[in-house]
Structure formats: C-alpha cells, structure tokens
C-alpha cells in the first residue's frame, strides 16, 4: 500500500494542481519525491498527476479539498483509490504523524463540496 500526497515548497499539503512535489509514502514508510507532473501541462492537469501515482503503485491519496475534479475522481474511484480526506493547509509532518499514529481515516469518498467541476473543454 503506497500513499500519495502532493505539497508545495513549504512543506504543506495541497490539491494535486497546486503543489510542486508528489511525494508517495510507502508501507514502511519510506518517502520518495517525484517532480508533480501537474506543473508541466495546462490541461488534464489533475489526471496526469493521479496517473503517475496510480504507475507508481498508489492505493490511497491524501486529499485536502479541491484534490480532484470531478473526472479525476471519477477515474480515482474506478482505478479503487481510497482517499484521505484532510482539512486545508495541513503540513506534511502533521499528516505523517497522524499515517503513523493511526489516527487517520481512509474512505472510498469524498464530500461532494470538495470535489471541483471539470474545467470544459475547449478546442
């Protein structure tokens, strides 16, 4: 079971199209910090950031609100991503404490208010 987290330069945990790092957690433990593919693209932002987690081998993301759209959720549901839903503007220490500690709760959903429209497309 690997976790994936996004967080900006400061150390806090952000939606996936607003942080530079993807960092995924490993079951022991164990960070690795990937670049977010998210800063690279104007479109399809969210989507590209939760396909490289799910390569890497992800199972849960840490989700503060506004992480997904409604088509990157959809897809994160489908692919059976669990999430962990978190307040905004959380560091990351907090959140890994609580991974440690046992005090956090992962879920199959999200609150509907958290979860953004899809940007339309446009050609």
């Known amino acids: 079971m690997a976790i ?5 330069d ?3 945990v ?3 199209v607003e942080g530079t790092i993807l960092r995924i957690i490993q079951q022991d433990h164990s960070v690795e910090d990937l670049r977010n593919p998210a800063l690279d693209l104007t479109e399809g932002r969210r989507g590209a950031t ?4 799910i390569e890497l081998g992800v199972t ?3 989700a ?3 992480t997904f759209c409604e088509l990157s959720y959809k897809k994160a549901q489908e ?12 560091t ?20 509907a208010d958290e979860v953004v429209a899809s940007a339309p497309v446009t050609k």
């Open 79 to 90: 692919e059976q991503i669990s999430f962990i839903n978190i307040p905004a503007k959380q």
């Open 60 to 62: 849960t993301f840490v």
């Open 4 to 8: 994936a987290v996004v967080v900006n």
């Open 50 to 53: 939760l396909r490289k987690a």
């Open 14 to 16: 952000t939606p996936i």
């Open 10 to 12: 400061e150390g806090i």
């Open 92 to 111: 990351f220490s907090q959140v890994a404490e609580q991974l440690k500690s046992g005090t956090i709760q992962q879920t199959n959903e999200l609150p």
């Open 64 to 66: 503060p609100p506004e």
